[in-house]
């Protein structure tokens, strides 16, 4: 059974700080590219960071570029979302995902996902 599951989420304040987490079983996660996503009612999802099996290379989306860092511990089969200056536009469920193309070849974009978490909310408030 493969399962990843998400933490970290909750409220925080404009300008503020959080970190989210994902860890993965029933995967050989340091065989998989590992990204994050973000999704809200009224938007579609929007890939946000893909890192690739062992820390390179790393893709970002525009949106987060120099105020999120993906990183990954393959010891502990976790891929992290460090998401700094949050802004209420922010404000989503957070999905991570893993990629069987280990170099993320296939950029931030949901048909290149092979499996998905349940999320974790964010939420930033203004």
């Known amino acids: 059974l493969v399962e990843l599951v998400e933490s970290g989420g909750g409220l925080v304040q404009a300008g503020g700080s959080l970190r989210v987490s994902c860890t993965t079983s029933g995967i050989a996660f340091d065989a998989y590219g590992m990204a994050w996503f973000r999704q809200t009612p009224e938007k579609k999802r929007e890939g946000i960071a893909c890192?690739?099996?062992?820390?390179?290379?790393?893709l970002y989306a525009d949106s987060v570029k120099g105020r999120f860092t993906i990183s990954r511990d393959n010891g502990k089969e976790t891929v992290y979302l460090q998401m700094n200056d949050l802004n209420p536009e922010d404000s989503a469920m957070y999905y991570c995902?893993?990629?069987?193309?280990?170099?993320?070849?296939?950029?931030?974009?949901?048909?290149?996902?092979?499996?998905w978490g349940r999320g974790t909310q964010v939420t930033v408030s203004s």
């Open positions: 995902a893993a990629d069987d193309d280990m170099l993320c070849s296939g950029g931030l974009v949901e048909r290149a996902m092979n499996y």
């Open positions: 890192i690739g099996w062992n820390g390179s290379p790393i």
